[in-house]
Structure formats: structure tokens, C-alpha cells
């Protein structure tokens, strides 16, 4: 049986598909039984980059069997409008501000652990693995990759469309609404574990101080140190940079 239906991408959903059909109805057909993510996928746009699926006006999951003459609207990621107990694509909100990372997002995965983000990063992760933690871990997946968000594993997941790492940072705020959630030199950059404050005169402080540049303790009376893998920060020229980082990530903000 030939199964006639129309289908509608939303907002940036439209990247995906070819410039013909953006922003508009698309009237399509086709022969046998398809669920709607193969549909959409059809289309060239990942799931993981989909919210919320509405068919005849009511919200469907992934799995739903396409019928003849339905009215299919797909939107992406909502950036404030909260669609908990609405969309039937995941049964928690992807507001969850873990990542893990492709090979080509390496800076923005320390931009990211520089804001205070708990973000998985390892060059030598393939696509499976990745998929397979993203998964696991309730992970957001951020890739350059579009297909690596077609994988079945994968629930969560945004497509980084600027090359650019700063940028590529600033999409990921504004997106996922994330600027009240900023904490910022709260994580190791090197190996994503959380750091702790520690100042000179006491206990822990003795158990780090051979660790310490002689040149730095003349000066410094307060570090970071991460536990995990023994880095240690101060205030000094790479803080300075940070925060310079920081100050124009929030005046490009409120532009």
C-alpha cells in the first residue's frame, strides 16, 4: 500500500535538509510500514538533534509507524521552553550538562571543563565507544559528525555547526541555554575531575607544596589541586587568559 504523508522540519532542523524543502510542508510518499526516525533520517537529520515529534498534533516516540495521511511537525532541541511530560522522545529532559566529545572538539571540550562542565574527551575513542558512553552515561554527544548522530545508541546528541572552537563554545551556551549553570575553574581542564581550593598553613596544603614552582610560593596563597591527576593551579598568566576568555564569552553574551 502506497502511504502519502506530510512532514515539517523546524527552526534549525532545516540545516539538514536540502534548501528546496526548508520551512515548508513536504509532501511525500512511500510503500510498506517505516517508523518516523527513519523518516526523519531519511531527510539527512539525526535524531539525536530532535525533541519533540508531534503526528496529528500528538506527540509520538521514535518507534511510532508512520500512517497514510499524517501531518508530521519535528522540532529540535527546545532552548526554554521546558516539554517535560510533553514530548515522548526520552523519558528525562536533555537538560543534563554532561557531554562527550568527538576527536575534532578537543578545545571546546577544555573551554567546556574551563566553565565547570563535566566533559568526556579522549582522541582515541571511536564512534562506537562514544555512542556507546553518550548512551551509558546520559551524556549530550557533541560531534562535527552528522552521521555519528544517527547511530541507534545515541539518545542525545547536538551537531556543532561552527568550526571555529570559541564559537563552537558559544553555541553550545546558547543552545542548550546553559549560562546560568556556569562555574567556572571548578574542573580540571586536563582530566575533567573536580579540583578543590586549597590554601598555604594547612594540612592538605603540606601534601601538595613540593609539587609547587619555589618561584610560585613566594607569592601565591591559594591553588587548585586535582586529586586525580595532580594538576595544580594558580592564579597567575594562564588565570589572567581565562578570565579575559571568560569576560568576552559574556559580552559576546549580551550582544
Known amino acids: ?38 523518516l526523519i533520517e531519511s531527510y539527512g537529520v539525526p535524531h539525536g538533534e530532535v525533541d519533540l515529534i508531534l503526528i496529528n498534533g500528538e506527540s509520538v516516540g521514535f518507534d511510532y509507524i508512520v500512517n497514510d495521511k499524517d ?20 523519558q528525562s529532559s536533555l537538560r543534563e550538562t554532561k557531554f562527550i566529545l568527538d576527536v575534532h572538539l578537543g578545545k571546546l571540550a577544555k573551554y567546556l571543563r574551563l566553565l565547570g562542565f563535566d566533559t568526556i574527551y579522549d582522541h582515541e575513542m571511536d564512534d562506537p565507544e562514544l555512542a556507546l558512553i553518550s548512551n551509558k552515561n546520559k551524556r549530550i554527544l557533541l560531534t562535527r559528525d552528522k552521521g555519528l548522530l544517527m547511530r541507534r545508541l545515541v539518545e542525545r546528541g547536538l551537531f556543532i555547526r561552527n568550526n571555529d ?3 563552537q563554545c558559544l553555541e553550545v551556551l546558547e543552545k542548550l541555554d546553559l549560562w546560568d549553570t556556569i562555574h567556572p575553574f571548578s574542573r580540571c581542564m586536563v582530566c575533567n575531575q573536580e579540583i578543590e581550593k586549597i590554601e598555604i598553613n594547612t594540612p592538605k596544603y603540606k601534601l601538595i607544596e613540593t609539587l609547587i614552582p ?13 586529586s586525580n591527576c595532580h594538576k595544580i593551579y594558580w592564579k597567575g598568566s594562564h588565570w589572567n587568559r581565562m578570565n579575559i576568555f571568560l569576560d568576552k564569552l559574556i559580552e559576546d553574551k549580551n550582544r
Open 1 to 38: 500500500m502506497r502511504l502519502n504523508v506530510t512532514i515539517r522540519f523546524y527552526e534549525e532542523l532545516n540545516d539538514f535538509i536540502k534548501e528546496e524543502l526548508r520551512k515548508k510542508q513536504i509532501e511525500t510518499s512511500f510503500y510498506g510500514k517505516r517508523t518516523v526516525k527513519d
Open 71 to 90: 501531518l508530521i511537525s519535528v522540532y529540535p532541541v527546545f532552548e526554554r521552553f521546558n516539554i517535560n511530560g510533553l514530548s515522548k522522545l526520552r
Open 165 to 167: 572552537p570559541y564559537k
Open 214 to 226: 619555589p618561584k610560585v610560593k613566594e607569592w601565591c596563597t591559594v591553588y587548585n589541586y586535582c
